[in-house]
């Protein structure tokens, strides 16, 4: 039987046809135009090797993502926009050199997610099984940056980047705020024959309430990630796996149910280390470690010079330092960088009553 096309209202076809050629005309200037970019960023990076400037300057990037969101009129979200331009952006940046990433893996995981929505495609991912190799691979030179998991909004700090922070050279040169979206899948989508769901231990921890509720009779079997989870759930019907949508696609899992953490805002924020210590964008904060001496008052000392300099401190974290009885080191975050004169005030004062000062970084703060 042929196949019959929609009936369309008289001058619908020819209005269609007129915009769809209209379409093609602007996407044909898009390609021009992007080409032209791409030009002229192969001539920045002619400049750049002539003078041994970085490839990747993320207080540049940041500039450019700021300027784009306030040029947008929509109706195109500055979201989408951010998103479009980041690949446009990875794309001429690899003209210059395609940079090499180190992330938390294995493939799959949220940690991925952040490094692809902060640097976009173009680059070279590399898994790494623990968060210290991700260091280490990036302080040794065998990639040019890291990605390493911060803090999550429902669980608290990564108590392993923030120890490693502590002790190694490299700086923290940007950050991602990714949502994370937890959701159930399978193989064939449901729980039947399922014995036991696998996860990530703050996965599970952050879904507590929904397997309560629709799975109290499952087993809950820790993973060293959510990306591991999937592959293991991939090879066995009755293992179901907790994990990002793109573990799902990677994997070939099917969903059983989406978003199924118990706090809907949750986020997890990443940083971006390196060598490259960020010039100032416009729109930073600064990351820093502290102690202080043992007595009365010494703590208070650390948050008054910011508050008199009018600095905003965004977070305040405490570790113990392992190597005395109830010491501590502090790990804060301001808004502003460290060159801005109220930041570079207080930070000067800080360092004359510290114990222990570290900058970790500043460097352009997630939209």
Same mark, same amino acid.
């Given at each position: 039987m042929a196949e019959q096309s929609t009936p369309q209202p008289d001058g619908a076809g020819d209005e269609l046809d007129a915009l769809r050629r209209a379409i093609d005309a602007v996407d044909r200037e898009l390609v021009e135009r992007l080409n032209r970019r791409a030009r002229l960023a192969q001539q920045v990076g002619e400049l750049k090797h002539r003078t041994d400037a970085p490839v990747y300057r993320p207080e540049r990037?940041?500039?450019?993502?700021?300027?784009?969101?306030?040029?947008?009129?929509?109706?195109?979200?500055?979201?989408?926009?951010e998103a479009i331009w980041r690949e446009v952006v990875s794309a001429c940046r690899e003209l210059e050199r395609r940079l090499r990433i180190a992330f938390l893996g294995p493939a799959g995981t949220f940690s991925e997610q952040a490094l692809?929505?902060?640097?976009?495609? =173009?680059v070279?991912?590399? @898994?790494?099984?623990?968060?210290?190799?991700?260091?280490?691979?990036?302080? *040794?030179? /065998?990639t040019d940056f890291g990605v390493v998991p911060v803090e999550n909004s429902s669980e608290g700090a990564v108590n392993r980047t923030l120890d490693m922070f502590l002790q190694s050279p490299l700086a923290i040169s940007g950050e991602v705020s990714v949502p994370v979206r937890q959701n159930l899948m399978s193989r064939d989508g449901t729980l039947d024959g399922v014995r036991r769901i696998v996860s990530h231990p703050q996965s599970l921890a952050q879904c507590t309430g929904w397997l309560d509720r629709h799975a109290s009779g499952i087993e809950r079997v820790p993973a060293s990630s959510n990306a591991e989870a999937a592959r293991l759930a991939s090879e066995d019907a009755s293992t179901a796996a907790i994990a990002g949508e793109h573990a799902a696609q990677r994997y070939g899992l099917r969903m059983i149910?989406? =978003?199924?953490?118990?706090? @809907?805002?949750?986020?997890t924020?990443?940083?971006?280390?390196?060598?490259? *210590?960020? /010039?100032?964008?416009?729109?930073?904060?600064?990351?820093?470690?502290?102690?202080?001496?043992?007595?009365a008052g010494a703590v208070h000392g650390l948050i008054e010079p910011f508050a008199r300099h009018g600095v905003s401190m965004k977070r305040f974290e405490?570790?113990?330092?392992?190597?005395?009885?109830?010491?501590?080191?502090?790990?804060?975050?301001?808004?502003?960088?460290?060159?801005?004169?109220?930041?570079?005030?207080?930070?000067a004062e800080l360092r004359s009553q510290a114990a222990f000062c570290k900058v970790v970084g500043s460097y352009p703060r997630a939209a």
């Open positions: 990037e940041a500039q450019i993502m700021a300027r784009l969101r306030e040029i947008n009129l929509g109706p195109l979200s500055g979201d989408a926009i692809l929505r902060h640097f976009g495609s =173009s070279d991912a590399v @898994p790494c099984a623990t968060i210290d190799e991700v260091f280490r691979a990036t302080e *040794a030179g /065998a149910a989406r =978003s199924i953490q118990d706090d @809907p805002n949750n986020r924020r990443f940083a971006v280390i390196g060598r490259h *210590a960020c /010039a100032p964008s416009g729109a930073d904060q600064t990351s820093l470690i502290l102690s202080v001496p043992d007595r405490s570790r113990p330092a392992r190597q005395g009885l109830w010491e501590y080191y502090f790990y804060i975050d301001v808004i502003g960088h460290r060159d801005d004169p109220p930041v570079a005030a207080a930070l």
